[in-house]
């Protein structure tokens, strides 16, 4: 195996631990389409929407700390749950091309902000961690834990 093959294979294999430490198994189902819902770590709800295109259309989030509670909802969104995975040398492997999961970023990173990450483990199973950062007279919130099933 050459220097660059190995170097590519060592990418690939560290791209997959960090973005699923849990090495959970992916959606074995394409269609993920319908309504969520569950709960957060924090005991709220947590509901989301995808489309028939594989897209999450909206976000509901429910949050609880440092004395401050609420929910922020978030609509005509279209996030691929498709990754963008680049396999050296290619092509990917079927488990990598049906992997699905979503990242959302409400707000600015030097600022008050929502982010939403998710994980498609079964085709009727998600979850993901929610962080809600520097909100004004509540503070930080992050890595907070959430399931939620299909509808």
């Known amino acids: 195996m050459t220097s660059r093959a190995r170097v590519g ?22 269609a993920l389409d319908g309504q969520w819902s569950g709960t957060t770590a ?16 909206s976000i509901s989030v429910g949050y609880s700390f440092n004395g401050c ?16 995975v680049i396999c050296v040398p ?11 999961s979503f990242n959302y970023l409400a707000g600015s990173p030097g600022g008050p902000s929502t982010t939403i990450n998710g994980l498609f483990v079964l085709g009727s199973r998600a979850e993901g961690q929610v962080a809600f950062r520097d909100y ?11 399931t939620a099933v299909r509808q």
């Open 136 to 146: 004004p007279g509540c503070g930080t919130a992050a890595g907070i834990g959430w």
């Open 90 to 100: 290619g092509p990917c492997s079927n488990d990598i091309s049906s992997f699905r």
């Open 42 to 57: 924090q005991g709220v709800p947590i509901t989301f929407s995808v489309a028939s295109n594989q897209k999450v259309t």
């Open 9 to 30: 294979a060592l990418v690939a294999c560290v791209s997959l631990i960090a973005c699923n430490p849990t090495t959970p198994s992916p959606s074995s189902s394409g």
């Open 69 to 84: 509670s609420g929910i922020q909802t978030y609509s005509n969104l279209s996030l691929d749950t498709a990754p963008t």
